[in-house]
Nanobody, 124 residues
Framework: QVQLVESGGGLVQAGGSLRLSCVASGRTFSSHAMAWFRQAPGKEREFVATMRWSGGSALYADSVKGRFTVSRDNAKNTVYLQMNSLKPEDTAVYYC?????????????????WGQGTQVTVSS
């Protein structure tokens, strides 16, 4: 059974940093794309960043490019989202997601597995 468990959310002031973690278990993820999405109250779930578990370049939403970095630690089966220069508009529940294959990575409906989410709140 696949499990994705996020942690690391919290309350931070604008300009601060947080690092989110997503521990993946239940199968081998070498053929998977791992992604972060977020959802603010009253808004649709939106793409943040994605990368192949096997490595290679990452893809970012324009709104976070240059501020967020996605990475993974194979030994810990963990994907990270380092978030710097946080803004109030980054406030949302952040979700880790995984899908088999590397197509159509920007749409949440194309992902097979989801974590429970972790709240990030950025105060002004």
């Amino acid at each position: 059974q696949v499990q994705l468990v996020e942690s690391g959310g919290g309350l931070v002031q604008a300009g601060g940093s947080l690092r989110l973690s997503c521990v993946a278990s239940g199968r081998t993820f070498s053929s998977h794309a791992m992604a972060w999405f977020r959802q603010a109250p009253g808004k649709e779930r939106e793409f943040v960043a994605t990368m192949r578990w096997s490595g290679g370049s990452a893809l970012y939403a324009d709104s976070v490019k240059g501020r967020f970095t996605v990475s993974r630690d194979n030994a810990k089966n963990t994907v990270y989202l380092q978030m710097n220069s946080l803004k109030p508009e980054d406030t949302a529940v952040y979700y880790c997601a995984a899908r088999v294959g590397f197509e159509r990575l920007l749409r949440p409906e194309n992902y097979h597995y989801w974590g429970q989410g972790t709240q990030v709140t950025v105060s002004s």
